[in-house]
């Protein structure tokens, strides 16, 4: 499992034209799943993401993470991030899950990351649905996480 993390400071997923999910100061997270994750993956990923130390301290240093802040989370679904391009110019996806386990280990991302945060803290996309998400990168700063190690290391 993937997530690629943003610190933000607000971000909202529209679809058809209506909000369906909106934070202030937190985190932007997308979620890609493979065909090999499990509840292990995504329970890891959810606390990884919450216990992230990315925002910062009084001192100016990244110390803090959005539980510390109570800041919120925006999760968004992106099977994409699972793309292989090694060959050619046109992606494959072959990695990543079907669609029916793909939004089952979302859902439960999202349950575990509620857990965590609160339920109120944590707003989502639509899962398989086009969508548009805007956002104010603060920092920037992006980071890259995933569950497994890659090539067994």
């Known amino acids: 499992m993937r997530a690629l993390v943003q610190r933000v ?17 937190g985190l932007l997270i997308f979620i890609g799943v493979s065909g090999n994750d499990d509840e292990s993956d ?3 990923l959810a606390e990884k993401c919450a216990n992230l130390r990315i925002f910062e301290n009084s001192q100016e240093k990244m110390n803090l993470s959005v539980q510390d802040i109570e800041g919120s989370a925006l999760v968004v679904s992106q099977f994409t991030l699972y793309a292989d391009t090694r060959r050619g110019n046109r992606p494959s996806f072959t990695e990543a899950a079907s669609p029916e386990k793909g939004e089952r280990l979302y859902e439960f991302f999202v349950e575990q990351l509620r857990a965590l945060l609160g339920e109120k803290k944590v707003a989502t996309g639509v899962f398989r649905a086009m969508m548009d998400v805007s956002l104010v990168n603060d920092g920037p700063v992006t980071i890259m996480l995933e569950s497994k190690p890659k090539n067994g290391n």
């Open 9 to 25: 400071t607000k971000a909202n997923v529209t679809v058809n034209g209506k909000i369906t999910g909106q934070i202030d100061k």
């Open 42 to 44: 995504a329970k890891y």
